[in-house]
């Protein structure tokens, strides 16, 4: 649902000298049809490897006029700092470890299908020795229930990937970038078809921040900046968005988007602006940022929006002597008229969250090594089990539409230094 940083094809990063941890002990944990056509594109040309591929060039479609609905209220000031709004007990894990991967790396983009079929991407992790390791990327992977299976895409120069979206083990979309233009791929069954976008498209869909929603077999919405992309119908339209988003969720005629300084509604003919309250930062801060991560619709009359703020503490600095950043999480609350403001305690942010299958949600926030669930206007933290000694890093949330099935992905690897990691599927029932 929320869109994430472009994620290099290869990065290589110095890491603090010492061996690479070995694979978790055996037994730790188990090793883990056709829809409708996709939206067609309107022209054609040939890809690098010479093969023939579409190239999508959206409709625009002209801005309704929507009146914004401005915010109220029109601003959220932060609390005290030691006053907690979330207050989250820890409560024991109701996640279980149903993959590890054998080999080193990290699972980064995640979608669930109704099926229960999930797509995901893969970063393998190579150690060189001296302390350095590869990042190198390992493609898109498709769960089947018991283990994961690559399904690469066509070679194309510097392609990555920063959204996904399933609606079957047969249809799914990867979204991102290659040659420095978006592009969507389909997979229809028997492999990806990789069609670049054009126009304003593709300056904004498939960069960072990218979000995607896949509503139907034939029914995917992708947005980023002020574009939002709909393909339905055997067509693309271009919609231009009255604010920025990054995030995308609901179901049927139910959509909401957010990010930037705003959330956006769905009307069915256009996107409605709905205005947030201005969140606060304390006296003094220096260089505030506001983050809305994410979005969660549980009905007409509850929808979240997740993320927070982050400030320079004038004149103070951490242990390596740089200037000291504070964050708090905040969460938003919309209840068909208005927004209420729900502050946590200084030392975090949310970054993504999906709705939980019973009327709640579940989110991650910036440490990556916890779960928040909302349920019964009550907020709890879970950790994800891993092996002894070893830290999780959680980078994504989907759930399986339709269920309460709501699975994490992620990896985990040897705590207090920094060694290749190993991949990761966790998965909870509620």
Not at 91 to 106: C, L, M, Q, V, Y
Not at 278 to 295: E, I
């Amino acid at each position: 649902m929320a869109g994430f940083a472009v994620r290099a094809a290869i990065l290589v990063t110095a890491l603090a000298a010492g061996a690479c941890a070995g694979p978790p002990s055996p037994g730790a944990a188990p090793t883990r049809s056709g829809g409708a056509s996709s939206p067609t594109a309107t022209t054609a040309t040939t890809a690098p490897s010479g093969t023939p591929v579409g190239v999508i060039s959206p409709e625009p479609v002209p801005a309704a006029q929507l009146t914004a609905i401005p915010a109220r209220p029109s601003t959220c000031e932060q609390p005290p700092a030691g006053r907690d709004d979330l207050r989250p007990a820890r409560a024991a894990s109701s996640w279980k470890r149903i993959f590890t991967d054998e080999a080193t790396g990290s699972m980064d983009e995640l979608a669930a299908a109704p099926d229960g079929t999930l797509w995901a991407t893969f970063t393998r992790q190579t150690a060189k020795g001296h302390g350095v390791v590869e990042y190198t990327d390992g493609g898109p992977r498709r769960w089947d229930g018991t283990a994961w299976t690559a399904v690469p895409l066509p070679s194309r120069p510097d392609i990555q990937v920063v959204a996904l979206a399933a609606a079957s083990k047969e249809r799914a979309w990867a979204v991102g970038i290659s040659v420095k233009t978006g592009y969507v791929a389909a997979f229809e069954g028997a492999g990806w078809q990789v069609e670049p976008l054009s126009g304003l498209s593709a300056e904004s869909i498939g960069w960072g921040g990218t979000a995607a929603k896949a509503l139907a077999p034939d029914r995917l919405w992708t947005v980023n900046g002020r574009v939002g992309l709909l393909g339905a119908d055997g067509a693309w339209r271009s919609y231009a968005l009255p604010s920025e988003a990054s995030a995308v969720d609901g179901e049927g005629d139910e959509l909401w988007a957010a990010g930037g300084t705003a959330a956006l509604r769905w009307e069915g003919s256009g996107w409605r602006q709905v205005g947030l309250p201005a969140l606060g930062t304390p006296a003094k801060a220096q260089s505030p940022r506001v983050s809305l991560a994410d979005v969660v619709v549980l009905s007409p009359r509850e929808v979240w929006v997740v993320g927070g703020v982050s400030w320079l503490v004038p004149g103070a600095y951490n242990e390596e002597n740089e200037p000291l950043e504070l964050s708090r999480p905040v969460a938003l609350r919309w209840d068909g008229s208005a927004w209420r403001c729900h502050w946590g305690a200084v030392g975090t942010v949310f970054t993504e969250a999906e709705p939980d299958g019973t009327g709640g949600l579940w989110a991650l926030d910036s440490t990556r090594g916890r779960l928040w669930r909302l349920s019964d206007d009550r907020w709890t933290v879970q950790s994800p089990p891993v092996p002894g000694g070893r830290v999780p890093t959680l980078t994504a949330l989907a759930r399986r539409p339709g269920t309460a099935e709501v699975y994490a992905v992620g990896a985990f690897s040897p705590e207090g230094a920094d060694h290749p990691a190993f991949a990761a599927l966790w998965r909870t029932t509620g």
